[in-house]
């Protein structure tokens, strides 16, 4: 299913209208925006979402006028979803959307531990696909002589797991504002 960049801005704003204000307190807003946004370093890997947060008054000369946003990629929703067809855009969105308020409510309280978390997911993530990318090296050599490497199962559970280590940030997000949100609506 293809979602427009109309609905996709219009379930964000619905999703939005459901999270409790306390959990807004000091976001300056939610922003549905169109582009889609590489993941650094990577070429097949895309942001979802965001939580820009300029830091403290004093860093770097001050923040005035900038605030704290969340920010969801509808183009990097969109390429993700061309390549899975099991891709939930409602799921999806609400779990992009409440792990960035997660950041933000931890910001908010002096909290790192989902910033060391996805600083971790993301280590093992580049550590899978590194041996993910030997794996296939080794694979296209041992083709070139003739022989067979592990089976396709192999090769379809470990690509598996890249799309939705990619897509989910590599965690469980039942944990912490993102789980308390869940548990709320009931949603997952």
């Known amino acids: 299913m293809d979602v427009t960049y109309r609905q996709f801005r219009e379930s964000v704003a619905d999703m939005v209208d459901e999270i409790p204000e306390v959990f807004m307190t000091d976001l300056q807003g939610v922003h549905a925006l169109r582009e889609a946004k590489r993941e650094e370093g990577y070429q097949d890997v895309w942001r979802m979402g965001e939580y820009l947060d300029p830091g403290p008054d004093d860093l770097l000369g001050g923040n005035d006028g900038l605030g704290r946003h969340v920010a969801l990629y509808w183009g990097s929703f969109r390429r993700i979803a061309e390549?899975?067809?099991?891709?939930?855009?409602?799921?999806?969105?609400?779990?992009?959307?409440?792990?960035?308020?997660?950041?933000?409510?931890e910001s908010l309280a002096g909290d790192g531990r989902l910033i060391d978390q996805d600083l971790l997911d993301a280590r093992a993530f580049a550590e899978a696909d590194a041996e993910d990318e030997a794996g296939r090296d080794e694979a296209e050599a041992a083709e070139d002589e003739g022989e067979t490497v592990g089976g396709d199962e192999d090769v379809a559970d470990t690509d598996g797991w890249r799309d939705d280590e990619a897509r989910r940030g590599g965690e469980d997000r039942h944990g912490g504002v993102a789980g308390l949100l869940r548990r709320l609506f009931g949603r997952g």
């Open 83 to 105: 390549n899975d067809p099991d891709f939930d855009w409602e799921e999806e969105i609400w779990e992009t959307l409440t792990h960035e308020l997660q950041h933000h409510v």
